[in-house]
């Protein structure tokens, strides 16, 4: 699966808020990411941005009056909503959501919602205390037992120079949920740990032993896990890369710390994936207090850390899904199968470090996949669909994985 949005049809509904103005931006990005977008207007909308500049950032005609004769065949309420794969309400006013809870059908956004039964990502954006009203909150209670994907709204200065909650979220954010009801829903009900980045050894609170891992991959892997619907944990090392959306991090900084953070978290998870650099070494003694230089010895004595993936490995509930990941520079079959067995894993994903397109720091990857009935050479590619496609198999090992934690032949494609 490459593109999510490729192709997908989405309404894009847009209420009367001064945040209209933003979701120019959101539907500016959804037409790059090649989504066909159709937006629909409602009276209100058309005061704060004009339908022009929709018209030129979709690429396509704006959708606002139900009686607008086209001299088409079918209606623009039933043809719009039918047609679509997702519809994203943003912002939904406190008006169209109440409308939308009533199953009204007043104007052709509440018509078109109302004729599809395509999956809803509503972004509510308005005052706050709009938002926080009994009646708004039941509203959005009852949106969501319809099924819909209610997005909590951001606090902060808003346009009445009011503080609180009721701006737009991040269109990082929204996008995230958007991918995740476009794609199918093969995670859904499953919990998936995946841990990422490097870990730090502190030598003293200035100094620590780390490697060059950007946590890219782990990150790419947890998107690529919520998008098909699971519940996420990513363990990750520090890193300067933000949260995923819909994802929970937890913040380690040491190989100690992940240990404990990752085995606590996949004791009742169904996939463990284990993406994090971590250190093999860390210094042996750690001081409180800064070293000075003349006193830090020329050798330096390190001590074991405990292998992570090993304890998983031993610890592996039946019917549990665990990936590693083995960094290489030669030997990739041999050491990929070595590590597979070793620690008793479902799946290997080798990286060749060596290469140009592939390993620390760089967006793209090239990896060997290893499991126990066969192997298979990923294109160089993203790493955002590497993880595509690891996840895939994930899913395969999971439809096909027996009580014991074999995996059948035809279960995994790899
Ligand atoms: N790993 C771990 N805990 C460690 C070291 C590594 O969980 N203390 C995990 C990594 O997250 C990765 C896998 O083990 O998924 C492979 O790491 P790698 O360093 O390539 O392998 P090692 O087993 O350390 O083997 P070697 O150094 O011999 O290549």
Same mark, same amino acid.
């Not at 007043?106 to 308005?126: I, Y």
């Given at each position: 699966?490459?593109?999510i949005?490729a192709?997908?049809?989405?309404?894009?509904?847009v209420?009367g808020?001064i945040a209209a103005f933003?979701v120019?931006?959101?539907v500016s990005? %959804?037409?790059?990411?090649e989504a066909?977008v159709s $937006?629909?207007?409602?009276?209100?909308?058309g #005061?704060?941005?004009t339908p022009?500049?929709?018209?030129?950032l979709?690429?396509?005609e704006?959708h606002?009056?139900m009686f607008?004769?086209?001299? @088409?065949?079918?209606?623009?309420?039933?043809g719009l909503g /039918?047609?679509?794969?997702a519809?994203?309400?943003?912002?939904a006013?406190a008006?169209?959501?109440?409308a939308l809870?009533a199953g009204?059908?007043?104007d052709l %956004?509440?018509?078109?919602?109302l004729a599809?039964r395509?999956p809803?990502?509503?972004c509510?954006a308005?005052n706050?205390?709009m938002?926080?009203?009994?009646?708004t909150q039941?509203n959005l209670?009852?949106l969501?037992h319809?099924g819909?994907t209610?997005?909590?709204?951001?606090?902060?200065?808003?346009?009445? #120079?009011e503080e609180g909650?009721?701006r737009?979220p991040e269109?990082?954010?929204?996008?995230?949920?958007?991918a995740?009801?476009l794609?199918?829903p093969?995670?859904?009900?499953r919990k998936?740990?995946?841990s990422?980045?490097?870990?730090?050894?502190p030598?003293?609170?200035? /100094?620590f032993l780390?490697?060059?891992?950007?946590g890219?991959?782990g990150y790419a892997?947890?998107r690529?896990a919520?998008? !098909?619907?699971a519940?996420v944990? %990513?363990?990750?090392?520090?890193?300067a890369?933000?949260?995923?959306?819909? $994802?929970?991090?937890v913040?380690?900084q040491?190989?100690?710390e992940?240990?404990?953070?990752?085995?606590a978290?996949?004791?009742?998870?169904?996939?463990v994936i284990k993406a994090a650099?971590v250190?093999?070494?860390?210094?042996a003694?750690?001081?409180r207090?800064k070293v000075?230089k003349e006193?830090?010895?020329a050798?330096l004595?390190l001590? !074991?850390? /405990?292998d992570i993936l /090993?304890? %998983?490995?031993e !610890?592996?509930a039946?019917g549990?899904?665990l990936v590693g990941?083995?960094a290489?520079?030669?030997d990739?079959?041999a050491e990929?199968?070595r590590?597979?067995a070793a620690k008793n894993?479902?799946?290997?994903?080798?990286?060749?470090?060596?290469?140009?397109?592939?390993?620390?720091?760089?967006?793209?990857n090239?990896?060997?996949?290893?499991?126990?009935?066969? @192997?298979?050479?990923?294109?160089?590619?993203s790493k955002?669909?590497?993880a595509e496609?690891?996840?895939? !198999?994930v899913?395969?090992?999971?439809?096909?994985?027996?009580?014991g934690g074999v995996?059948?032949?035809s279960?995994? @494609?790899?």
């Amino acid at each position: 699966m490459g593109n999510i949005f490729a192709g997908k049809n989405i309404v894009v509904g847009v209420c009367g808020s001064i945040a209209a103005f933003k979701v120019a931006g959101w539907v500016s990005d %959804l037409a790059k990411l090649e989504a066909q977008v159709s $937006v629909v207007m409602t009276a209100a909308a058309g #005061r704060f941005v004009t339908p022009l500049t929709f018209a030129a950032l979709s690429g396509n005609e704006v959708h606002s009056d139900m009686f607008a004769d086209r001299g @088409q065949e079918r209606m623009d309420h039933i043809g719009l909503g /039918r047609d679509a794969d997702a519809l994203l309400i943003a912002p939904a006013s406190a008006n169209t959501i109440a409308a939308l809870a009533a199953g009204l059908a007043g104007d052709l %956004l509440q018509t078109t919602v109302l004729a599809s039964r395509a999956p809803v990502v509503l972004c509510p954006a308005m005052n706050s205390r709009m938002y926080r009203h009994p009646a708004t909150q039941a509203n959005l209670d009852r949106l969501r037992h319809f099924g819909y994907t209610i997005l909590d709204p951001d606090s902060g200065m808003m346009a009445c #120079r009011e503080e609180g909650e009721g701006r737009l979220p991040e269109w990082e954010m929204v996008r995230e949920y958007l991918a995740r009801v476009l794609s199918p829903p093969q995670l859904v009900g499953r919990k998936v740990v995946v841990s990422a980045g490097p870990t730090r050894e502190p030598l003293d609170p200035a /100094r620590f032993l780390s490697n060059r891992s950007s946590g890219k991959m782990g990150y790419a892997l947890a998107r690529a896990a919520f998008r !098909r619907g699971a519940e996420v944990v %990513l363990v990750s090392g520090p890193t300067a890369l933000s949260a995923p959306a819909g $994802v929970r991090r937890v913040p380690v900084q040491t190989a100690e710390e992940m240990a404990v953070a990752v085995l606590a978290a996949a004791a009742d998870a169904d996939v463990v994936i284990k993406a994090a650099a971590v250190a093999d070494f860390r210094p042996a003694e750690t001081s409180r207090e800064k070293v000075k230089k003349e006193r830090i010895a020329a050798t330096l004595q390190l001590a !074991r850390n /405990r292998d992570i993936l /090993r304890e %998983l490995g031993e !610890r592996k509930a039946a019917g549990q899904i665990l990936v590693g990941f083995a960094a290489e520079s030669a030997d990739f079959l041999a050491e990929g199968q070595r590590k597979l067995a070793a620690k008793n894993l479902d799946l290997i994903a080798v990286n060749d470090i060596g290469g140009t397109g592939s390993g620390f720091e760089v967006d793209s990857n090239q990896v060997l996949l290893v499991s126990r009935t066969g @192997q298979e050479s990923l294109p160089q590619t993203s790493k955002e669909h590497t993880a595509e496609m690891i996840i895939d !198999r994930v899913v395969a090992l999971l439809a096909g994985a027996s009580p014991g934690g074999v995996v059948p032949g035809s279960g995994c @494609q790899v």
